[in-house]
């Protein structure tokens, strides 16, 4: 009997792909952003939201995430520079999207074409944080329906976000959602997040998480540029 | 749903470094599991026995060693388990908070013949 010590992290295959994807990204100057939400919170209505608002100024594609089905892809294709659907339902690796899937999108992307392109991970606020995919920002979507319990429930998901979207802001007069409960409870976790209340449906504070994002796509080009990239 | 994969990393890993040590057979596969990290150890051992088959880890037993959740208080530095779900510290009551334990998920080490 002989002991190996071995100290290897097990998800370091998924981290070293998205690194790489992070620099295939970098190389075609395409800021990439991940959204994670529960199910029905809203990503694709972000994502329709977002195109609508941005598409006169940037190129837009689209990675959609599912289990099943092309229903978002199909709902995007005509706004977006380009889709992908991922459908993780036949896949052995994960439920919801890892490097590796990403690694294969893109080679079928034409990043030449896109300046920004929008990740929707598969609806579920766990299996995501635990997966790295190369993007540059992390963002997760809260809607006032789901409860303001959220951070309380599923840290993970909240610790690495760069971005905290509260969505479906029209409800606030139905619903019981404390929003400074809410947002302390993020920041107690995670002080770094930007936070973003909008209403995919009446279009109240897109602009704002537009320009964020329009932001960000700036000054990652400028980063990959002083790169000498 | 994502144990698959995991155990398929783990397999490769443990493979890798039986063959670099030149061993016939893997005993025991020694894992580091942060209680954050999400994944259950009962689908790990599921899918290790079925992947596992005809290779030279076949029968090896897994041993996983939990790590406690630990934060570490932004207010007062102090580092403490929760008691609740509420992640209060226990000296100063500031719910600021760092996570600085509970997220690993490796291998730590093998035993092999």
Redesign the interface.
């Known amino acids: 009997m002989k002991r190996i010590e071995v100290v290897q992290n097990i998800l370091e295959a998924n981290e070293s792909i998205a690194a790489q994807n992070q620099r295939l990204l970098d190389k075609h100057r395409v800021f990439a952003i991940n959204i994670m939400s529960a199910p029905g919170a809203g990503k694709t209505s972000l994502i329709l939201q977002t195109i609508a608002k941005l598409k006169d100024r940037l190129r837009i594609g689209v990675i959609e995430g599912d289990v099943a089905s092309t229903l978002d892809a199909e709902k995007v294709k005509d706004e977006a520079a380009a889709v992908i659907q991922i459908t993780t339902r036949n896949m052995s690796e994960s439920c919801s999207l890892i490097a590796n899937m990403i690694d294969h999108a893109l080679m079928s992307l034409p990043l030449e074409d896109i300046d920004l392109l929008l990740i929707e991970n598969v609806g579920n606020l766990i299996c995501p944080s635990e997966f790295v995919l190369g993007e540059h920002k992390r963002v997760v979507i809260s809607s006032l329906p789901e409860g303001d319990d959220k951070p309380i429930k599923y840290p993970m998901i909240f610790a690495d976000a760069n971005a905290v979207i509260i969505n479906k802001i029209d409800l606030l007069p139905h619903v019981d959602f404390d929003i400074p409960a809410f947002r302390r409870a993020v920041k107690e976790l995670n002080p770094k997040p930007e936070f973003f209340e909008v209403s995919c449906k009446t279009g109240m504070g897109i602009e704002a998480w537009c320009s964020w994002l329009f932001d960000g796509v700036e000054s990652n080009a400028q980063k990959v540029i002083n790169e000498g990239g | ?2 144990e ?3 155990t ?3 397999m ?3 493979l890798d ?2 063959k670099e ?1 030149q ?1 016939s057979k893997i ?1 025991r596969i020694n ?1 580091v599991v942060g209680e ?4 259950v150890s009962d689908c790990i051992e599921f899918y290790f026995e079925f992947l596992s088959k005809d290779t030279i880890a076949q029968g090896a037993k897994l041993y996983f060693e939990p790590v406690p959740l630990q934060l570490r208080c ?1 207010s007062c530095s102090m580092v403490f388990h929760p008691q609740d ?3 209060s510290c226990p000296e100063c009551q500031s ?3 760092e ?1 600085v334990g509970g ?1 690993e ?9």
């Open positions: 749903m994502h698959l994969g995991i398929e990393n783990i490769d890993i443990a470094k039986a040590a061993a005993s894992l954050l990290s999400g994944f932004r779900t509420l992640w719910q600021s908070v996570i997220r998920l490796y291998i730590e080490s093998l035993e092999v013949e």
